[in-house]
């Protein structure tokens, strides 16, 4: 009896420890890689196009909606090595296509770009592989793609759950089903990838079947089968029953080209995987800033006399004057490369001085030798009010340079631009460098972090013209010397909709406050 029950709890363990062995990564590893299976070939089961290599299938579609049923036989080819801006092409077999079909066709290339060109990483997220199941000689496992860090274009397969098939342990298929509602109005979706082993190892997409119903009750079937595929260098590989093709050429070939004549290397950029805005653009903006600034010196003249320094006359590191602007401005822009922008800007602002001139008692003196229809000596304040509204005409244009890595970008922004105060007869200068640090969300916003730096000629001369009190013409000439804020700090936000409008929000802080709006849209 005890020999009977020692048996049976000795079986017990040993069919646990085998259990246990089937369900347990190896130490530094996991079933994927102890199979000689790459995390990528997960990511294909996505997208075929994020295979390494490029391969020619035999493609079906069949939509079934409202009760009717169109079919669709195609020849596509995947390579990236074949043109640029031409790297998948498809062949229609099933007679004409009406424009909107291919419009729809050229979308699902478009996308499948970005798609295959836009992960840096691996989608598949390794945390999440489980063992399921044992059947036989049928291993089971399940997974998940990654949840953070994916881009816009992918955010799809944040809702798929896969599960991976091996037979005897050589990789058999890929099954992935939505856990969630996808875009589109996708109330079910399922795709099955089986794999093929080439003559140099490994595995690629041996075929496909896709299946999807829409909430309208639209159903979409896709079967694939490979029957070329070549490696990275180019060399044909072949695999156990690889089909015969014939080559065969009927209907229109489609092709998509990534980009146009701008920006320049724009194609090249594209098929590395940069997704690059619309070449050309045109903004509105409303600029809103408030600045203390501070007078460093003073000189005014009437009519021709000799211009007096006031500099003395003022008590200035005492005096308030804070200037706040309101600038609407239309911007056009071109990108010229990749990571060179030329814009040209044109506007009108309405400008507020508001503050105090603190006066020196020297200053009675100066107004003491004035003529007295300019001002009445009595009646000096202990300091002159600066309250007036004057308007200012805006031009200039600009560069920016940006770049980024991943989700990361850089971009650093130059403006020159020329003020024109109306009532005041002058024209100033000012150079602007926004350098900003970016990051591109998972739901398509970039979030900015940076600093603005504006640097004024900051010796402005003019007249003012008014009239005496008997009716007499003069001039009030004047020469400033001030002292702005040079940086404050900046902070926003920028989104794209529809690959056309685009809206950016951006706020400052610091010594000077801003905050501005720009809508814009892309051709």
């Known amino acids: 009896m005890v020999k009977n029950f020692l048996s049976v709890v000795i079986t017990i363990l040993l069919l646990n420890s085998i259990l246990f062995a089937q369900q347990t990564n190896p130490i530094n590893s996991n079933y994927l890689i102890e199979h000689g299976v790459s995390p990528r ?21 069949d939509i079934t909606s409202s009760g009717q049923s169109k079919k669709y036989q195609l020849e596509l080819i995947y390579d990236p090595n074949y043109e640029e801006g031409m790297d998948i092409r498809l062949i229609n077999k099933s007679g004409k296509l009406e424009k909107d079909e291919i419009k729809k066709i050229s979308k699902f290339i478009e996308k499948s770009h970005y798609f295959s060109r836009m992960s840096r990483n691996y989608l598949y997220d390794e945390s999440t592989l489980k063992h399921i199941k044992t059947n036989g000689d049928t291993v089971a496992f399940e ?10 274009y992918l955010k799809s397969i944040k809702k798929l759950k896969g599960y991976v098939y091996f037979v005897k342990g050589t990789l058999d298929k890929v099954v992935l089903e939505n856990t969630k509602p996808l875009s589109g109005d996708i109330t079910k979706y399922q795709k099955v990838v089986r794999y093929a082993k080439p003559n140099i190892g490994g595995y690629i997409i041996d075929s496909y079947k896709e299946k999807l119903v829409t909430e309208d009750g639209t159903i979409v079937e896709i079967s694939s089968s490979t029957f070329n595929y070549s490696d990275a260098e180019g060399k044909s590989l072949a695999w156990e029953n690889k089909p015969e093709h014939k080559t065969e050429i009927a209907g229109d070939t489609i092709i998509v080209n990534l980009g146009g004549t701008l920006p320049f290397l724009g194609k090249e950029a594209t098929k590395l995987g940069y997704q690059l805005p619309r070449p050309v ?29 006031l500099q003395n006359l003022f008590i200035l590191n005492e005096s308030d004057v804070t200037l706040v602007s309101t600038i609407t401005m239309a911007k056009a822009d071109v990108w010229l490369f990749p990571f060179l922008n030329l814009m040209a800007i044109v506007g009108a602002g309405n400008n507020k001085l508001e503050g105090d001139l603190v006066i020196n008692n020297e200053l009675r003196d100066f107004f003491e030798k004035l003529p007295g229809w ?5 009646n000096i304040p202990k300091s002159i009010p600066i309250n007036t509204n004057i308007t200012s005409e805006i031009y200039g244009g600009g560069a920016t340079l940006a770049g980024g890595i991943g989700n990361f970008n850089l971009s650093i922004n130059y403006q020159l631009m020329f003020t024109r105060i109306v009532e005041a007869n002058t024209t100033n200068m000012v150079n602007i460098i926004t350098p900003l640090f970016g990051y ?23 007249y003012i013209e008014f009239d005496d009190k008997d009716g007499n013409h003069h001039k009030l000439n004047y020469k400033v ?4 804020v040079q940086w404050n700090v900046m902070f926003g936000i920028y989104k794209v909709f529809s690959k056309h409008w685009e809206i950016s929000l951006q706020t400052g802080f610091g010594d000077r406050t801003s905050i501005t709006a720009i809508f814009g849209y892309r051709f």
């Open 374 to 378: 300019i001002i009445d000596v009595p």
């Open 440 to 462: 591109m969300s998972p739901f398509g916003v970039n979030f900015m972090l940076g600093g603005q730096g504006q640097f004024y000629n900051t010796k402005v001369s003019g």
């Open 481 to 484: 010397d001030f002292e702005p």
């Open 143 to 152: 997974f998940f793609y990654q949840k953070k860090d994916i881009d816009p």
């Open 41 to 61: 070939i997960l990511d294909a089961a996505a997208s075929p196009f994020m295979q390494d290599g490029s391969f020619s299938e035999n493609l079906i579609i």
């Open 281 to 309: 653009g045109v903004d509105v903006f409303t600029h809103l800033q408030s600045q203390y600034m501070e007078f460093t010196g003073l000189a005014v003249g009437v009519d021709k006399t000799d211009l007096t320094d």
